[in-house]
């Protein structure tokens, strides 16, 4: 499922850069495009690094 529409960023990928170690908003946009645009994900994206962080697996 696409979380980000302006990158085209799944939820796959963003899993993905938070896996391989990112751990804010920013490092996920670096890795994968996710949150650099219009802005309307970086809610979702900071909920998914903290589930995902926290053990809770994807979001």
Known sequence: MYVCV????TDAQVC???DA???TVEE???GCGAGT??????HR???MI????SGGGAA
């Open 6 to 9: 302006c990158a085209a960023a």
């Open 16 to 18: 993905a850069c938070i």
């Open 21 to 23: 170690g990112a751990s």
């Open 28 to 30: 996920i946009g670096a």
């Open 37 to 42: 645009g219009g802005g309307s994900c970086l």
């Open 45 to 47: 994206l900071a909920t």
């Open 50 to 53: 903290e589930q995902r962080l």
